[in-house]
T-cell receptor
Framework: SQELEQSPQSLIVQEGKNLTINCTSSKTLYGLYWYKQKYGEGLIFLMMLQKGGEEKSHEKITAKLDEKKQQSSLHITASQPSHAGIYLCGAAISSGSARQLTFGSGTQLTVLP | ETGVTQTPRHLVMGMTNKKSLKCEQHLGHNAMYWYKQSAKKPLELMFVYSLEERVENNSVPSRFSPECPNSSHLFLHLHTLQPEDSALYLC?????????????FGPGTRLTVT
């Protein structure tokens, strides 16, 4: 099994609907990073969470970190076609160094107009 | 986004060829990275170069050889690759610390080994 599990693997929603993506670690999280990727392109940094209970928002995207559960969630409110892409979580769990991130397999999000 | 550039964007090479991937960051960052992204596999860290750390993933074959001549440039030298090395190779840079580190990625080089 992977050290960082993302769920669901893929998600298809109607425009305007809310959605949540989860990222669960099998080890202690030393920081959790969310990225978005368009297919075949580079990753775009979204948010970083460091402390248990921390919550950050940017436009319609909110991310939370539950350190005790070793889990983070990414919530998109009123989804738009521009939100479509692959969402990846990355965390420093192997060495504790934030320069050695382990990534989940990603969640493929499709937003239907 | 032109903060991190990668060339070439696409590369097709035979198993006996030698080629190099280039990455350049224009962000003044102090660390650079190579990642491999294969189909249906998580993004895999290959190498890290920074003043405090130089990390080489032990699972990366020796046919991949990194070079970091300065803080703005990173190369990945390729030789005698295998078809399973076909993947998207991503470069990233960051200006962070051991604990806090936002990485900024380039657009990637799509490598196909024939």
């Amino acid at each position: 099994s992977q050290e960082l599990e993302q769920s669901p693997q893929s998600l298809i929603v109607q425009e305007g609907k809310n959605l949540t993506i989860n990222c669960t670690s099998s080890k202690t999280l030393y920081g959790l990073y969310w990225y978005k990727q368009k297919y075949g392109e580079g990753l775009i940094f979204l948010m970083m969470l460091q402390k248990g209970g921390e919550e950050k928002s940017h436009e319609k995207i909110t991310a939370k970190l539950d350190e005790k559960k070793q889990q983070s969630s990414l919530h998109i409110t009123a989804s738009q076609p521009s939100h479509a892409g692959i969402y990846l979580c990355g965390a420093a769990i192997s060495s504790g160094s934030a320069r050695q991130l382990t990534f989940g397999s990603g969640t493929q999000l499709t937003v239907l107009p | 986004e032109t903060g991190v550039t990668q060339t070439p964007r696409h590369l097709v090479m035979g198993m006996t060829n030698k080629k190099s991937l280039k990455c350049e960051q224009h962000l003044g960052h102090n660390a650079m990275y190579w990642y491999k992204q294969s189909a249906k596999k998580p993004l895999e860290l290959m190498f890290v170069y920074s003043l405090e750390e130089r990390v080489e993933n032990n699972s990366v074959p020796s046919r991949f050889s990194p070079e970091c001549p300065n803080s703005s440039h990173l190369f990945l030298h390729l030789h005698t690759l295998q078809p399973e090395d076909s993947a998207l190779y991503l470069c990233a840079s960051s200006q962070g610390s051991y604990r806090v580190n936002e990485q900024y990625f380039g657009p990637g080089t799509r490598l196909t080994v024939t």
